[in-house]
């Protein structure tokens, strides 16, 4: 896998780790500043089916990216110029999607390659420890990578149906 496919897969699994998330964790919030916790820890969102909101999401960068269309097709046929080809048309479509329904921070904002230290009350939620970790924290070590923070989610209004459905099937009548 390449290293454009592998920070793809990554950016993906991050992003709906935080997407189906029941509650971001409270160094989040405190990040994010007062007006996100102005409910008090004891009032809770209202309930939202987070399978549906995932799958919303999903179905907004089909329609946007063909993200789908472009992760299930079998790839090994192709030369690295086709893939590159259409990997360019879903990175641009993904990305619009991206940045129109959320805004997205770095975790860490600095170079990747930077040398960090990972203090003892880091949230494990949005830093990972990783290579060759003993002993307690504070751990000090190079950014591999900033991690991804959704500070702003608008997406729009679930529909009364069809909640899971990612793409529907079309059928063409000549």
């Keep these: 896998m390449t290293p ?19 509650r971001l964790p409270t160094s989040v919030l ?20 987070d399978q549906a909101r995932a799958a919303q999401f999903l179905a907004i960068l089909q329609r946007d990216g063909r993200i789908l ?23 641009a479509g993904c990305r619009q999607a991206l940045e129109r329904y959320l805004t997205l921070a770095p975790i860490i904002d600095r170079e990747e390659g930077a040398t960090v230290t990972v203090e003892a009350h880091a949230d494990a939620a949005t830093v990972k420890v990783i ?15 900033r991690g991804w923070l959704a500070t702003r989610v608008e997406l729009p209004p679930l529909a009364a149906t069809g909640r899971t459905v990612i793409a529907p099937a079309e059928v063409e009548v000549p």
């Design 69 to 91: 269309d472009f992760v299930m097709e079998d790839i090994t046929p192709y030369g690295d110029a086709q893939v590159g080809a259409a990997a360019r048309g879903v990175h």
């Design 30 to 49: 405190d990040a994010l500043g007062p007006s996100s916790a102005a409910a008090g820890p004891d009032v809770q969102p209202e309930a939202v089916d």
């Design 131 to 145: 290579g060759n970790v003993t002993g307690q924290p504070p751990f000090r070590g190079v950014l591999r990578h």
């Design 4 to 22: 454009f496919f592998r920070r793809l897969k990554l950016a993906c699994s991050a992003f709906f780790a935080i997407l189906v998330r029941d």
